[in-house]
């Protein structure tokens, strides 16, 4: 399964990105995806994730202004990014895991990151 990002870009303090995540394969019997991001010189973190497109969780940085959302049948996930300041600057990832009816694992999936910088 490969997974591709897009969306990100520079944007002003306050301003809003919106990123996007694909799945070349879809339709698992459960899935979870998430966005992680690495700031520069620092350890990946968790940032925003959807459990079988409906239990969402966010890291308490992003609360009240980031949304996730996501597109089950298509493997899809989004995250809106709104009010962003400069600490959100980083490289970030989109994850997928997939797992079958019997909650087997098919595979823990990354795709590429996609920059986002917040500087005036």
């Known amino acids: 399964v490969q997974l591709q990002a897009s969306g990100g870009g520079l944007v002003k303090p306050g301003g809003s990105l919106r990123l996007s995540c694909a799945a070349s394969?879809?339709?698992?019997?459960?899935?979870?995806m998430a966005w992680y991001r690495q700031p520069p010189g620092k350890e990946r973190e968790f940032v925003a994730g959807?459990?079988?497109?409906?239990?969402?969780t966010y890291a308490d940085s992003v609360k009240g202004r980031f949304t996730i959302s996501g597109d089950v049948a298509k493997s899809t996930v989004y995250l809106q990014m709104n009010v962003l300041k400069p600490e959100d600057t980083a490289d970030y990832y989109c994850?997928?895991?997939?797992?079958?009816?019997?909650?087997?694992?098919?595979?823990?999936?990354w795709g590429q990151g996609t920059q986002v910088t917040v500087s005036s």
């Open positions: 994850n997928l895991r997939a797992w079958d009816s019997r909650w087997r694992s098919l595979g823990d999936f």
């Open positions: 959807i459990v079988n497109g409906s239990s969402i």
């Open positions: 394969r879809s339709a698992f019997s459960y899935s979870a």
